[in-house]
Protein backbone atom coordinates (compact mmCIF):
# COMPACT_ATOMS: atom_id res chain seq x y z
CA UNK A 1 0.00 0.00 0.00
CA UNK A 2 1.51 3.21 -0.93
CA UNK A 3 -0.08 5.13 2.17
CA UNK A 4 -0.82 3.76 5.61
CA UNK A 5 -4.37 2.92 6.35
CA UNK A 6 -6.43 5.23 9.11
CA UNK A 7 -8.35 3.64 11.78
CA UNK A 8 -11.47 5.07 9.71
CA UNK A 9 -10.60 3.57 6.54
CA UNK A 10 -10.43 0.27 8.17
CA UNK A 11 -13.78 0.54 9.55
CA UNK A 12 -15.40 1.42 6.18
CA UNK A 13 -13.51 -1.87 5.16
CA UNK A 14 -14.71 -3.96 7.60
CA UNK A 15 -18.38 -2.80 6.77
CA UNK A 16 -17.89 -2.97 3.06
CA UNK A 17 -16.24 -6.51 3.34
CA UNK A 18 -19.66 -7.88 5.73
CA UNK A 19 -21.47 -6.26 3.61
CA UNK A 20 -19.95 -7.90 0.36
CA UNK A 21 -20.13 -4.53 -0.83
CA UNK A 22 -15.87 -3.83 -1.73
CA UNK A 23 -14.47 -3.34 -5.13
CA UNK A 24 -11.84 -6.21 -6.25
CA UNK A 25 -9.30 -3.68 -5.74
CA UNK A 26 -10.22 -3.07 -1.70
CA UNK A 27 -10.99 -6.89 -0.96
CA UNK A 28 -7.69 -7.46 -1.97
CA UNK A 29 -6.28 -4.89 0.26
CA UNK A 30 -8.41 -5.51 3.41
CA UNK A 31 -7.39 -9.31 2.67
CA UNK A 32 -3.55 -7.92 2.83
CA UNK A 33 -4.83 -6.48 6.15
CA UNK A 34 -6.25 -9.28 7.94
CA UNK A 35 -3.09 -11.12 6.78
CA UNK A 36 -0.80 -8.60 8.62
CA UNK A 37 -2.82 -8.59 11.20
CA UNK A 38 -5.35 -11.36 12.45
CA UNK A 39 -6.83 -9.60 15.19
CA UNK A 40 -8.94 -7.62 12.57
CA UNK A 41 -10.99 -11.19 12.41
CA UNK A 42 -12.61 -10.26 15.46
CA UNK A 43 -13.67 -6.50 14.60
CA UNK A 44 -15.15 -8.54 11.22
CA UNK A 45 -17.04 -10.75 13.59
CA UNK A 46 -18.54 -8.11 15.65
CA UNK A 47 -19.49 -6.54 12.91
CA UNK A 48 -21.26 -9.16 11.34
CA UNK A 49 -23.20 -9.54 14.58
CA UNK A 50 -24.20 -6.14 14.57
CA UNK A 51 -25.71 -6.20 11.03
CA UNK A 52 -27.87 -9.66 11.92
CA UNK A 53 -28.76 -7.79 14.87
CA UNK A 54 -30.00 -5.19 12.98
CA UNK A 55 -32.28 -7.43 10.61
CA UNK A 56 -33.63 -9.32 13.36
CA UNK A 57 -37.04 -8.60 13.20
CA UNK A 58 -39.42 -9.54 15.70
CA UNK A 59 -42.16 -11.89 14.11
CA UNK A 60 -45.54 -9.89 14.19
CA UNK A 61 -49.15 -10.44 12.72
CA UNK A 62 -50.83 -7.84 10.82
CA UNK A 63 -52.86 -5.97 13.24
CA UNK A 64 -56.51 -7.99 14.16
CA UNK A 65 -58.03 -4.22 13.05
CA UNK A 66 -56.58 -4.24 9.61
CA UNK A 67 -59.24 -6.28 7.47
CA UNK A 68 -62.36 -4.75 9.70
CA UNK A 69 -61.45 -1.42 9.20
CA UNK A 70 -60.74 -1.39 5.51
CA UNK A 71 -64.06 -3.13 4.67
CA UNK A 72 -65.66 -0.54 6.79
CA UNK A 73 -64.34 2.66 5.47
CA UNK A 74 -65.45 1.01 1.75
CA UNK A 75 -68.85 0.42 2.92
CA UNK A 76 -69.39 3.85 4.41
CA UNK A 77 -68.49 5.79 1.50
CA UNK A 78 -70.37 3.35 -0.76
CA UNK A 79 -73.45 3.90 1.23
CA UNK A 80 -73.56 7.95 0.14
CA UNK A 81 -77.37 9.49 1.08
CA UNK A 82 -78.36 9.90 -2.80
CA UNK A 83 -81.75 9.12 -4.23
CA UNK A 84 -81.04 7.63 -7.46
CA UNK A 85 -78.52 7.22 -10.17
CA UNK A 86 -80.83 9.18 -12.29
CA UNK A 87 -80.46 12.27 -10.09
CA UNK A 88 -77.96 15.03 -11.51
CA UNK A 89 -76.13 17.41 -10.68
CA UNK A 90 -79.17 20.54 -10.23
CA UNK A 91 -79.05 22.93 -13.81
CA UNK A 92 -81.08 26.35 -13.90
CA UNK A 93 -84.35 26.09 -14.87
CA UNK A 94 -85.82 26.60 -18.51
CA UNK A 95 -85.04 22.81 -18.95
CA UNK A 96 -86.51 23.05 -22.82
CA UNK A 97 -83.18 25.64 -23.47
CA UNK A 98 -81.44 23.59 -25.91
CA UNK A 99 -78.14 24.78 -24.34
CA UNK A 100 -79.23 23.42 -20.92
CA UNK A 101 -80.07 20.55 -22.68
CA UNK A 102 -76.98 19.92 -24.23
CA UNK A 103 -75.50 20.41 -21.18
CA UNK A 104 -76.98 18.24 -18.89
CA UNK A 105 -76.52 15.29 -21.67
CA UNK A 106 -73.19 15.27 -20.57
CA UNK A 107 -73.42 15.48 -16.72
CA UNK A 108 -72.61 12.26 -14.96
CA UNK A 109 -74.87 10.91 -12.68
CA UNK A 110 -73.82 12.29 -9.19
CA UNK A 111 -74.51 8.83 -7.07
CA UNK A 112 -72.49 6.91 -9.66
CA UNK A 113 -70.03 10.05 -9.47
CA UNK A 114 -69.94 9.50 -5.44
CA UNK A 115 -69.55 5.92 -5.83
CA UNK A 116 -66.71 5.99 -7.80
CA UNK A 117 -65.01 8.48 -5.69
CA UNK A 118 -66.01 5.70 -2.89
CA UNK A 119 -64.10 3.18 -4.58
CA UNK A 120 -61.32 4.86 -5.06
CA UNK A 121 -60.95 6.02 -1.19
CA UNK A 122 -61.11 2.45 -0.49
CA UNK A 123 -58.82 1.50 -2.98
CA UNK A 124 -56.26 3.90 -1.29
CA UNK A 125 -57.07 2.82 2.29
CA UNK A 126 -56.58 -0.69 1.43
CA UNK A 127 -53.41 -0.32 -0.55
CA UNK A 128 -52.00 1.67 2.39
CA UNK A 129 -53.16 -1.72 4.86
CA UNK A 130 -51.61 -4.02 1.67
CA UNK A 131 -48.04 -2.38 1.94
CA UNK A 132 -47.96 -2.49 5.37
CA UNK A 133 -49.18 -6.86 5.14
CA UNK A 134 -46.13 -6.57 2.27
CA UNK A 135 -43.47 -5.29 4.50
CA UNK A 136 -44.85 -7.76 6.95
CA UNK A 137 -44.52 -10.72 4.60
CA UNK A 138 -41.20 -9.46 3.35
CA UNK A 139 -40.07 -9.18 7.66
CA UNK A 140 -41.31 -12.98 7.58
CA UNK A 141 -39.49 -14.13 4.12
CA UNK A 142 -36.00 -12.41 5.40
CA UNK A 143 -36.67 -14.49 9.53
CA UNK A 144 -37.60 -17.43 7.58
CA UNK A 145 -34.02 -16.79 4.97
CA UNK A 146 -32.54 -16.60 8.48
CA UNK A 147 -33.62 -19.71 10.24
CA UNK A 148 -33.29 -21.64 6.85
CA UNK A 149 -29.85 -23.97 8.41
CA UNK A 150 -27.23 -24.91 6.56
CA UNK A 151 -24.88 -27.93 7.84
CA UNK A 152 -21.66 -27.21 9.79
CA UNK A 153 -18.40 -28.49 8.22
CA UNK A 154 -16.50 -30.58 10.50
CA UNK A 155 -12.78 -30.92 10.51
CA UNK A 156 -10.88 -33.39 12.59
CA UNK A 157 -7.13 -32.78 11.74
CA UNK A 158 -4.57 -35.48 11.38
CA UNK A 159 -1.16 -35.88 12.44
CA UNK A 160 1.47 -35.35 10.57
CA UNK A 161 5.24 -36.57 11.39
CA UNK A 162 6.02 -33.45 12.33
CA UNK A 163 2.88 -33.09 15.09
CA UNK A 164 4.64 -32.40 18.46
CA UNK A 165 2.51 -34.59 20.93
CA UNK A 166 0.99 -38.34 19.79
CA UNK A 167 -2.32 -37.90 21.39
CA UNK A 168 -2.53 -34.13 20.20
CA UNK A 169 -6.62 -33.30 18.87
CA UNK A 170 -7.68 -30.59 16.75
CA UNK A 171 -11.24 -30.02 15.91
CA UNK A 172 -12.75 -27.14 13.61
CA UNK A 173 -16.95 -26.79 13.63
CA UNK A 174 -17.72 -24.24 10.90
CA UNK A 175 -21.00 -22.88 10.60
CA UNK A 176 -20.96 -21.30 7.04
CA UNK A 177 -24.39 -19.53 7.90
CA UNK A 178 -22.92 -16.95 10.00
CA UNK A 179 -19.10 -17.28 8.96
CA UNK A 180 -18.17 -19.03 12.73
CA UNK A 181 -16.66 -21.96 14.09
CA UNK A 182 -15.57 -23.70 17.13
CA UNK A 183 -11.97 -24.48 17.72
CA UNK A 184 -11.29 -26.68 19.98
CA UNK A 185 -7.68 -27.77 20.64
CA UNK A 186 -6.36 -30.85 22.97
CA UNK A 187 -2.96 -31.70 24.02
CA UNK A 188 -0.53 -29.81 21.93
CA UNK A 189 2.07 -28.56 23.95
CA UNK A 190 2.46 -24.89 24.99
CA UNK A 191 5.31 -23.26 23.12
CA UNK A 192 8.46 -21.11 23.88
CA UNK A 193 8.02 -17.36 24.01
CA UNK A 194 7.92 -15.73 20.56
CA UNK A 195 6.08 -18.97 18.83
CA UNK A 196 2.64 -19.48 18.15
CA UNK A 197 0.05 -21.35 17.05
CA UNK A 198 -2.06 -20.50 13.23
CA UNK A 199 -4.59 -22.00 11.94
CA UNK A 200 -5.18 -21.85 8.11
CA UNK A 201 -7.37 -22.46 5.59
CA UNK A 202 -6.38 -23.98 2.15
CA UNK A 203 -8.09 -22.93 -0.94
CA UNK A 204 -7.77 -24.56 -4.55
CA UNK A 205 -5.29 -23.02 -6.74
CA UNK A 206 -6.87 -19.92 -8.72
CA UNK A 207 -9.58 -19.44 -6.39
CA UNK A 208 -11.31 -16.40 -6.35
CA UNK A 209 -9.63 -15.05 -3.03
CA UNK A 210 -6.78 -13.39 -1.63
CA UNK A 211 -3.84 -16.11 -0.78
CA UNK A 212 -0.18 -16.29 0.25
CA UNK A 213 1.69 -18.52 -2.06
CA UNK A 214 0.40 -21.72 -0.27
CA UNK A 215 -2.76 -20.76 -1.33
CA UNK A 216 -3.54 -20.58 2.34
CA UNK A 217 -5.74 -18.04 4.46
CA UNK A 218 -4.79 -16.70 7.53
CA UNK A 219 -7.65 -18.38 10.04
CA UNK A 220 -6.69 -17.79 13.95
CA UNK A 221 -3.55 -17.18 15.81
CA UNK A 222 -3.94 -18.83 19.04
CA UNK A 223 -1.93 -19.94 22.22
CA UNK A 224 -2.73 -23.11 24.35
CA UNK A 225 -3.03 -23.49 27.95
CA UNK A 226 -0.47 -25.24 30.51
CA UNK A 227 -2.97 -28.45 29.85
CA UNK A 228 -2.43 -28.10 26.15
CA UNK A 229 -5.98 -26.96 25.53
CA UNK A 230 -7.84 -24.22 23.65
CA UNK A 231 -11.72 -23.56 22.70
CA UNK A 232 -12.97 -20.64 21.50
CA UNK A 233 -15.16 -19.26 19.31
CA UNK A 234 -13.75 -17.54 16.18
CA UNK A 235 -14.29 -16.10 12.76
CA UNK A 236 -13.76 -17.75 9.82
CA UNK A 237 -13.33 -16.48 5.79
CA UNK A 238 -16.49 -16.34 3.41
CA UNK A 239 -15.10 -18.75 1.59
CA UNK A 240 -16.38 -21.55 3.61
CA UNK A 241 -19.86 -20.72 1.67
CA UNK A 242 -18.44 -22.71 -0.73
CA UNK A 243 -17.22 -25.76 0.27
CA UNK A 244 -15.90 -26.58 -3.01
CA UNK A 245 -13.11 -23.73 -2.85
CA UNK A 246 -11.64 -24.91 0.24
CA UNK A 247 -8.80 -27.36 -0.01
CA UNK A 248 -7.35 -28.04 3.93
CA UNK A 249 -7.65 -27.17 7.03
CA UNK A 250 -4.80 -27.03 9.12
CA UNK A 251 -2.07 -25.82 11.95
CA UNK A 252 1.22 -24.79 11.64
CA UNK A 253 3.81 -23.02 14.20
CA UNK A 254 4.75 -19.97 13.54
CA UNK A 255 6.68 -17.23 14.47
CA UNK A 256 4.64 -14.56 16.96
CA UNK A 257 5.78 -11.28 15.52
CA UNK A 258 4.96 -12.88 11.80
CA UNK A 259 2.36 -15.35 11.71
CA UNK A 260 1.36 -14.04 8.25
CA UNK A 261 4.82 -15.14 6.46
CA UNK A 262 3.34 -18.77 6.97
CA UNK A 263 6.99 -20.37 7.12
CA UNK A 264 6.55 -23.89 8.38
CA UNK A 265 5.10 -27.28 7.58
CA UNK A 266 1.62 -28.27 9.09
CA UNK A 267 1.86 -30.40 11.85
CA UNK A 268 -1.65 -31.24 11.94
CA UNK A 269 -3.66 -31.30 8.48
CA UNK A 270 -7.37 -32.21 6.82
CA UNK A 271 -7.30 -32.75 3.30
CA UNK A 272 -10.71 -32.35 1.69
Known sequence: MTAPVTPDQIELLIAGYVLCDLSPE???????????????WDAVAEAQAALEQTFSVEEQAPPAYLKPSILSAAQVLQQAVIPSDRETIASPANPDNPAMQAANSNVIPLRRWQRGMGAAAAVLIAGLGISNIVLWQSLQTLQAA?????????????????TPTPNASVRVMVDPSDLEATLDIKN??????????VLWTVVKPNAPVTTDDKDAILTQVFRVDERGQFSQRIAVP????????????????EDAKAPQKHLAKPILIQRI
Open 26 to 40: EAAEFEQLLRDNPAL
Open 188 to 197: LPPLAEGEVY
Open 146 to 162: RRTTIDPLVFTLERTPL
Open 238 to 253: PVFRDRGLVQAVAVTI
